[in-house]
Structures are given as structure tokens and as C-alpha cells.
């Protein structure tokens, strides 16, 4: 085959040259270079010329856990000793002149250099034994939360948990100081996990020494802490133990107290079955004038939960009730509510007639209330269940009567005006 080197075009005398081999393989380079920008993108590019692994970037290592030998303590004691009683003595003092300068470097703005300070007292700490130590770490962690100084958060919430595992989880377990203390650093850190966990170990041993005041004390604390992380489902829990403390006291208004705590927490976790339960339970024990007032909206959220149960000749019942305590006591609003819910219950069960029966009443009570607007919507409703049944001349006329308040309040009036045009044409005989 005969290899052509060059052509001329129109006259050119100078031909085409071949490429030289170094530059196909630049061009390949930058094929290849192109082809992988393409597909990895530009985060490509840093990786070029670097090792095939590189070491991922080291954190910051927890400043309670930087064990250098400090001045206070130059020689410090062997593994399994301990500081003399003059020794620690001595460092306590120091401790404390070190929490002075920590608290006054903070209070001049220099809160990098307060914690930094505060960092070498904890780790001293530690020649003192668990108790002390976590009584100083709570104490710093109080100035944490405060300060939002989540770096120091984190190391004594880390800090907290070593103490715990190394002294608590042992199946000998840990003095009961040190056990509260623990439950305490951690709900200062907001370790509510954490808290939680301990709170339940106190909850146990409590109970084992029959300390009633312990355990309700710490109940409420635990009910607290699963309120504060909006575990509804667990909350549930000790609020039940702190009503039957109640109970038992016949403490009448702790027992409401907890029982409105618990009917709002069922409404929470979606227990509706719970939630009507304790409703129930409240409504048979208000009396005083005061609580009496609660009744009708008790009975609303009663009647919603039955419906939500799917048990709805109960949830008629209660809105019935709901309506009736509300009507006696001049609460319109909540008459109001009960009435349009029972409605729209009776309209979804295609119970039109006992529906339009009930939006006559719940007419008389927005009228009661000067309720404009709610007059307006329920001619609304009312000309809508016409509708369904055919029954144009009543739709008409309810629609006319909505349309008279839209133009009192200025607002709807083309809405009401199309409803009752369609449905005249409609209505008009063909013939």
C-alpha cells in the first residue's frame, strides 16, 4: 500500500506534514484527561499525582483525654495508687484557684481560655475518684450548655459515659451517689438517652428498697426527659406510676393534673383508645365549677377519638354531649364545633336528613354567636345536601339565603350567585 505523506489543495505547495508521535500521545493525555473530567468531575483533579490511598483527616482529640503530665501533679502516682490525703488536699486548692481563673477569664469574654482552663481541672479530677469527678464535670457542663460550648459538651458527655461503663455496668454496679450523679451529669449535657438509662437503674433500685418518695421523684423526672424528647409513647409510662401515687393519696387535684398530662400524651403517641379512657376518667371527676367548663371540650375530643376508632354510634353520642354542655354554658364556639363535626359524620354515612337537622341547629347557635361567616357556610352545606338529593327548590332557597349574608359581609356573593343560576337552569323543564 503506498502511504501518502501530503496532498495539495488548490494550489497549496506546501503538503500536509504527518504528526509526530509525541504529539499523538499529547493529544491522547488530554482525550483521557477530558473523558475523566467528564465522568468524575473536577473532584477528579486533586487526585491526580497522589498515592491510591490517602489518610482520612484526624479529629481533634478529646481535651479530657490529653494525659501529659501536669505541674500540679510531677510525679504522678503508679497504676492501682493514689495521692496522699496531703496531696490531694493540696491539689483541691488548686483545683479551685484554677475554676476561679476559668470563671474569670469567662467573664471577661475570653471563653476559649475559660475552658481550656477548666479542661486541666477536670482531667486532675481524676486522682479524686469517680464521685468527685463527676460532680466537676457536671459542673463544667452546666457552663457548657450555657455558653453553647459544644466542644466541651461532647468530652464530658464522652467523659460521662467512660465513668458509667467502667463503674456501673459491672455486675457488682456502683454506689448509689454515684449513680445519681451520673443521672444528673448526664441531663445537664442533655445525654437524655443516657439520662434515661440511669434514671431506670435509680428507678430499680428504688423500688428493690421500697423508697416510695425515690421512685416518685424519679418518675418525674423520667416522665420530664420523654416529654423533652418527644417520646410520647414512653412518657406514658410514668405518668401511669405518678397517677396511681396519686391516687393512693387521694391526692384529687395531682390525679387531675396527671390525668390531663396523660390525656394530651395518648393524643400525642395517636392512642386513642388511652386518650378516651383517661378523658372518661376526668369527666367523672370534675366537679368544682372551675373544671366543670373543661366538660364540653372533653366530650369534643372524646367523640373525635371514637370516630378515629371507627366507632361512631359512640362518637354521635359524645357529640351530642359535646354540644349539649357546651349550649348550657354559653360556649358557642366549641357548640359550634360539635355540631358541624356531627354533620359532617352524619353526611359522610349518608344520614342526609338527620345532617340537615343538625346544620338547623348549629343555624341557631351562629346566630347565637353573631357568627356571620358561620351562618354563611352552613346555608352553604345545607344547600349542598339538597343538591345530593335532588332537591333543587330547597337547594335554591338555602343558596339564596347564603347569598343574603355574603352581601351583608361583601365576601362570596359570585360563589352563592353560580350555585343558584346552575341549578335554576336545571331545574327549568326542558319543554
Not at 491510591?52 to 481533634?60: D, G, I, V
Request: charged share 20%; net charge neutral.
Amino acid at each position: 500500500m503506498k502511504i501518502i505523506t501530503g496532498v495539495k489543495l488548490r494550489g497549496n505547495p506546501y503538503p500536509i506534514r504527518p504528526i509526530p508521535r509525541h504529539r499523538n500521545r499529547a493529544y491522547f493525555g488530554l482525550f483521557f484527561l477530558i473523558l475523566a473530567l467528564t465522568f468524575f468531575g473536577f473532584n477528579a483533579l486533586p487526585a491526580l499525582g497522589q498515592p491510591e490511598t490517602s489518610a482520612p483527616p484526624l479529629l481533634p482529640p478529646n481535651p479530657l483525654e490529653v494525659l501529659t503530665p501536669d505541674p500540679l501533679v510531677p510525679n504522678p502516682p503508679k497504676k492501682n495508687q493514689s495521692l496522699t490525703p496531703e496531696q490531694l488536699r493540696e491539689l483541691e486548692l488548686a483545683l479551685n484557684i484554677l475554676d476561679a481563673e476559668a470563671s474569670a477569664e469567662l467573664a471577661a469574654g475570653n471563653q476559649p481560655a475559660a475552658f481550656t482552663i477548666w479542661y486541666r481541672e477536670l482531667r486532675l479530677w481524676r486522682y479524686f475518684g469517680p464521685l468527685p469527678e463527676v460532680r466537676a464535670l457536671t459542673r463544667v457542663g452546666a457552663t457548657a450548655w450555657e455558653q453553647s460550648e459544644i466542644t466541651a459538651l461532647q468530652a464530658i458527655d464522652a467523659r460521662l459515659k467512660v465513668i458509667h461503663q467502667e463503674y456501673c455496668l459491672s455486675p457488682q454496679g456502683c454506689e448509689l451517689p454515684l449513680l445519681q450523679a451520673l443521672a444528673t451529669g448526664f441531663e445537664t449535657v442533655r445525654s437524655r438517652d443516657l439520662a434515661l438509662t440511669v434514671y431506670q437503674q435509680l428507678l430499680t433500685d428504688a423500688r428493690d428498697r421500697n423508697d416510695a418518695s425515690a421512685e416518685e421523684s424519679i418518675l418525674t423526672t423520667m416522665g420530664r426527659l420523654y416529654l423533652e424528647k418527644l417520646d410520647y409513647v414512653n412518657a406514658a409510662t410514668p405518668y401511669q406510676g405518678l397517677l396511681s401515687f396519686a391516687v393512693q393519696r387521694r391526692d384529687r387535684p395531682q390525679e387531675l393534673a396527671y390525668l390531663e398530662q396523660l390525656a394530651f400524651i395518648y393524643t400525642q403517641a395517636n392512642d386513642s383508645q388511652g386518650a378516651v379512657a383517661t378523658r372518661q376518667r376526668l369527666v367523672t371527676l370534675y366537679s368544682n365549677p372551675q373544671d366543670i367548663r373543661k366538660i364540653p371540650q372533653l366530650k369534643l375530643a372524646i367523640a373525635t377519638d371514637y370516630e378515629r376508632l371507627g366507632q361512631l354510634q359512640m362518637a354521635i353520642a359524645n357529640y351530642e354531649e359535646a354540644y349539649t354542655f357546651a349550649w348550657t354554658q354559653q360556649q358557642f364556639y366549641i357548640a359550634s364545633d360539635a355540631l358541624e363535626r356531627l354533620a359532617r359524620l352524619y353526611t359522610t354515612l349518608e344520614q342526609f336528613d338527620a345532617a340537615l337537622e343538625v346544620y338547623e341547629a348549629l343555624l341557631i347557635v351562629e346566630r347565637r354567636a353573631y357568627n356571620l361567616y358561620g351562618i354563611m357556610h352552613t346555608y352553604d352545606r345545607i344547600g349542598q345536601i339538597h343538591q345530593r338529593q335532588n332537591a333543587y327548590p330547597q337547594a335554591i332557597q338555602a343558596f339564596q339565603n347564603g347569598l343574603e349574608v355574603a352581601r351583608q359581609l361583601n365576601y362570596h356573593e359570585a360563589y352563592f350567585t353560580e350555585q343558584i343560576d346552575r341549578l335554576v337552569r336545571r331545574s327549568r323543564p326542558l319543554f
